[in-house]
């Protein structure tokens, strides 16, 4: 089945130990999102690539980078964690910037 | 710039009773509005996406919403909730320039048998 897939489902990483989250989609969707959701919060749009090119939310921390080396994998780097940095963080695709969303599992992040 | 509101944060229902969950966007356009459903630990699922066209949309597991861009609401209903139905529903709109979704605070579901 076609589908967005995320490694590791759930990761642990210390205060400032950079930290590389995975995901991947067998859809062949043009457009890749990350998005961070802490407890009880709604889902907050972090970047999205549409094919090569990066798009960053403005408020965006700069500790948060992606890389989108090819159309099946994207990967989110948040280079010193921090306590707040605390979430799930779910990946999504689309076929086109205009079209539904289809949404990984997710990671869940803990920071010792 | 675009904003949505669930005004319940949390509802609790009967099995077998109907349901019917609120929201409210702000958009300056014609709105892209989707209803999303999350189980504890679990990615979103989409259950019903409004672009264009037919004011009321069919989605999956028996849900259906209703577009009214005269109260700029769009709400979810279910004739008869069933206890595997208990998730948290997030309502998102979608702009036009591009995929950028955003959500309302979402709405817990508790279903008592």
């Known amino acids: 089945d076609a589908m967005v897939i995320q490694n590791p489902r759930y990761q642990v990483t210390q205060f400032g130990k950079p930290v590389t989250l995975s995901c991947s989609q067998t859809l062949n969707h043009n457009v890749m999102y990350w998005y961070q959701q802490k407890s009880s919060q709604a889902p907050k749009l972090l970047f999205h690539?549409?094919?090569?090119?990066?798009?960053n939310e403005a408020d965006t921390p700069d500790n948060f980078q992606s890389r989108r080396p090819n159309t099946s994998f994207c990967f989110l780097d948040i280079r010193s964690p921090g306590l707040g940095d605390a979430a799930m963080y779910l990946c999504a695709t689309s076929r086109d910037p205009l079209g539904e969303q289809y949404f990984g599992p997710g990671t869940r992040l803990t920071v010792t | 710039a675009q904003s949505v509101t669930q005004p319940d944060i949390h509802i609790t229902v009967s099995e077998g009773a109907s349901l019917e969950l609120r929201c409210n966007y702000s958009y300056g356009a014609t709105p892209y509005l989707f209803w999303y459903v999350q189980s504890p630990g679990q990615g979103l699922q989409l259950l019903l996406k409004?672009?264009?066209?037919?004011?009321l949309v069919q989605g999956i597991k028996g849900f259906e919403a209703e577009f009214k861009r005269s109260q700029s609401s769009f709400n979810l209903r279910k004739p008869s909730v069933h206890w595997s139905d208990a998730a948290e529903y997030f309502c998102?709109?979608?702009?036009?320039?591009?995929?950028?979704?955003?959500f309302g605070q979402g709405t817990i579901l508790t279903v008592h048998p």
């Open positions: 998102a709109v979608g702009g036009t320039s591009y995929g950028k979704l955003t």
């Open positions: 409004y672009f264009s066209g037919d004011t």
């Open positions: 690539y549409y094919d090569k090119d990066f798009n």
